[in-house]
């Protein structure tokens, strides 16, 4: 807790920047962001935690209707002032209960693997690739691509596309660089009217808190071109998906050196990995039909998890717990130069705290128990039968949210990491999500059996 003198420096700061109003947004089960609006003369109270909510109001949260209010405790030191509404202040936050870390709160839970990390020597370093789509809503609620004129089968790094969108993609492109978070590429991706936002890697709490605001922003800035930016990770069947692939490595505490390059050390695969950041690959495998409900935590999710369904090609989506080298058919690849590996099931649907507690954590496991991964697969993985893959030891990945989600309850870890409460709060909320979807006669249904029998 920062101390009175500093706080009143950090309300007249904001003052001087024209703040007029502060917000302290924590996230629900979803990844969705919530919180109270404050009016700056509150300030010193708003840091001190004042904000009272009523958690059986929210999903995920643990509370019932007679339970004490949670609290929103702001991270002042992660604040950001709206670009399109600047007298507003947006910090991330994290609940509280009674003045103690609420546990049943996704980024708590995060932070508590990250200080399980600091305590071994390690930063956690994460890049998320931003994927999104801008469309507009038919009348019937139906998602359309708004541009006629992007309707390749591969429009992929299509630059006329690019450019039809320029307005929007640069105003967005813009706004990152001036937050500070380095944009180093953005382009027109695989699916009509897709695009992709890749800045710099950060430490992971500051990641997640980025890739949460990354989904506000992008909706707000669609929004104004009369559009909807979906994170909706399969909008269309014939095309790919978005995902939110995580890019992660190990950093010394101390000196900030990359402890996942394989330097002059031995280097068992030829990669381009350290002995260390093998291991951390083998933990993401040991768990990682458990990680799948994490990463992919819908029941669109596994629309994309496939290898090509309507598509007219595959559809770069990892279906196997796997890794290898640049082969974008493992679910944990590492690329070219290698320190780092690239997890490809996380989609844009996933609460980032949550993924990346239990993806760290899975790591952090295998390099406890010194796991090694086994041989990388090379081969284009979708071109293989089951047996084969049975053969080659490649597990599949989950096919439905209701399989992930048993898996997530099967394995002991994720407990261990989250807690029985929050482990328990997401399976209720991902179950009842599920039996919904089964629940629900679908057009599909219809079509196919109405006239059938």
Request: contains cysteine; glycine residues 10%; charged residues 25%.
């Given at each position: 807790m920062k101390s009175d003198a500093e706080l009143s420096a950090i309300k007249e700061d904001l003052l001087a920047k024209g703040v007029n109003y502060c917000i302290g947004a924590y996230v629900d089960i979803h990844g969705v962001p919530k919180g109270k609006i404050v009016p700056i003369a509150h300030f010193e109270d708003f840091a001190r935690g004042s904000e009272l909510y009523t958690g059986y109001a929210l999903d995920g949260l643990g509370q019932s209707p007679n339970d004490d209010e949670i609290a929103s405790l702001p991270d002042l030191d992660h604040g950001v002032q709206l670009p399109w509404q600047p007298e507003v202040m947006w910090y991330p936050a994290d609940n509280t209960f009674h003045g103690d870390p609420y546990p049943i709160n996704t980024r708590v839970a995060f932070k508590k693997v990250l200080a399980q990390a600091a305590e071994m020597g390690f930063t956690f370093n994460l890049g998320i690739e931003c994927e999104v789509y801008f469309v507009k809503l038919g009348e019937r609620g139906d998602l359309l691509v708004p541009n006629p004129?992007?309707?390749?089968?591969?429009?992929?790094?299509?630059?006329?596309?690019?450019?039809?969108?320029?307005?929007?993609?640069?105003?967005?492109?813009?706004?990152?660089?001036?937050?500070?978070?380095?944009?180093?590429?953005?382009?027109?991706?695989?699916?009509?009217?897709?695009?992709?936002?890749?800045?710099?890697?950060?430490d992971g709490l500051t990641m997640a808190d980025r890739y949460i605001f990354f989904r506000l922003m992008a909706k707000k800035y669609a929004a104004d071109q009369g559009?909807?930016?979906?994170?909706?990770?399969?909008?269309?069947?014939?095309?790919?998906?978005?995902?939110?692939?995580?890019?992660?490595?190990?950093?010394?505490?101390?000196?900030?050196?990359?402890?996942?390059?394989?330097?002059?050390?031995?280097?068992?695969?030829?990669?381009?990995?350290?002995?260390?950041?093998?291991s951390f690959i083998a933990g993401i495998l040991k768990h990682g039909r458990a990680l799948c409900a994490a990463f992919a935590p819908t029941v669109n999710s596994y629309k994309r998890l496939i290898r090509r369904g309507a598509m007219g090609y595959y559809s770069w989506a990892p279906v196997f717990n796997s890794f290898g080298t640049n082969n974008r058919t493992n679910s944990v690849r590492v690329p070219m130069g290698g320190g780092r590996c690239e997890s490809r099931n996380a989609d844009s649907s996933c609460n980032p705290y949550l993924a990346g507690a239990l993806a760290l954590a899975a790591g952090l496991e295998g390099i406890r128990e010194g796991l090694d991964p086994g041989a990388p697969q090379t081969d284009n993985l979708y071109e293989f039968t089951d047996e084969q893959l049975a053969t080659k030891g490649v597990q599949p990945l989950p096919k439905t949210l209701a399989e992930a989600v048993h898996a997530f309850e099967d394995d002991p870890f994720t407990e261990r990491v989250l807690g029985a409460e929050l482990k328990q709060e997401f399976i209720t909320y991902k179950r009842a999500e599920w039996e919904e979807y089964h629940q629900t006669i679908s057009a599909w249904e219809i079509q196919k059996y109405a006239r059938q029998f």
């Open positions: 004129d992007d309707d390749l089968m591969k429009s992929c790094y299509d630059l006329k596309r690019f450019f039809d969108a320029f307005g929007l993609v640069d105003r967005l492109a813009k706004t990152i660089n001036a937050l500070g978070w380095d944009l180093y590429s953005f382009d027109h991706e695989d699916g009509n009217s897709q695009f992709e936002f890749d800045f710099k890697y950060a559009l909807l930016a979906t994170f909706m990770p399969k909008p269309f069947a014939d095309k790919t998906g978005n995902g939110a692939h995580f890019n992660m490595s190990l950093a010394d505490v101390k000196t900030g050196a990359n402890l996942f390059q394989a330097g002059d050390g031995p280097d068992k695969y030829g990669l381009g990995l350290s002995t260390l950041g093998y």
